[in-house]
T-cell receptor
Framework: QQPVQSPQAVILREGEDAVINCSSSKALYSVHWYRQKHGEAPVFLMILLKGGEQKGHEKISASFNEKKQQSSLYLTASQLSYSGTYFCGTEVATNDYKLSFGAGTTVTVRA | NAGVTQTPKFQVLKTGQSMTLQCAQDMNHEYMSWYRQDPGMGLRLIHYSVGAGITDQGEVPNGYNVSRSTTEDFPLRLLSAAPSQTSVYFC?????????????FGDGTRLSIL
């Protein structure tokens, strides 16, 4: 079952912050985050594992709330290059080998 | 570094035709997978393979076949194309699985079925 992402879209001005949420109805083993620019392949940002791990990538960070089966991606001091569609991918068990992706959140950063 | 290479990049088919989408990786990854991407639906897993000779179904396998005779190649076959299979197809790979490892995606094949 696909995770649910919110919001569907967000428009920011350079320097503003945003949060993208990813929720699952199932217990999760891992959460992946990817960013896709228009017409290009998805690019890996980070992985979070069971245990409430928080990771960062430049000014993009994420958290994983194991109790709520929810992950959040934080875009801090957004830059024009942050524009794109962000996808979370979830895996429900170790060695499940199946990554289920959300529908995506389109982020537009304007000057 | 080539990474994950998909061919062709674009293809137009008529309903009922068959074709094979090619995917090759040069990173010696054991795990490979195929996704389709449709507007508003994200990426949906079609088939995956954890190693040569081993394949399994994903979320939306109907109408597609795969095989994995070598570590490097993982072709996706459409036996009888249908308009509902119009989509962008991505191949991905990772060293041994999905949970702890980033997926490396190819550039995609844009397929239209008339």
């Amino acid at each position: 079952q696909q995770p649910v992402q919110s919001p569907q879209a967000v428009i920011l001005r350079e320097g503003e912050d945003a949060v993208i949420n990813c929720s699952s109805s199932k217990a999760l083993y891992s959460v992946h985050w990817y960013r896709q620019k228009h017409g290009e392949a998805p690019v890996f940002l980070m992985i979070l594992l069971k245990g409430g791990e928080q990771k960062g990538h430049e000014k993009i960070s994420a958290s994983f709330n194991e109790k709520k089966q929810q992950s959040s991606l934080y875009l801090t001091a957004s830059q024009l290059s942050y524009s794109g569609t962000y996808f979370c991918g979830t895996e429900v068990a170790t060695n499940d080998y199946k990554l289920s992706f959300g529908a995506g959140t389109t982020v537009t950063v304007r000057a | 570094n080539a990474g994950v290479t998909q061919t062709p990049k674009f293809q137009v088919l008529k309903t009922g035709q068959s074709m094979t989408l090619q995917c090759a990786q040069d990173m010696n990854h054991e795990y490979m997978s195929w996704y389709r991407q449709d507007p508003g639906m994200g990426l949906r897993l079609i088939h995956y393979s954890v190693g040569a000779g081993i394949t399994d179904q994903g979320e939306v396998p109907n109408g597609y076949n795969v095989s994995r005779s070598t570590t490097e190649d993982f072709p996706l076959r459409l036996l009888s194309a249908a308009p509902s299979q119009t989509s962008v197809y991505f191949c991905a790979s990772s060293p041994t699985g999905t949970g702890r490892q980033p997926q490396h995606f190819g550039d995609g094949t844009r397929l239209s079925i008339l």
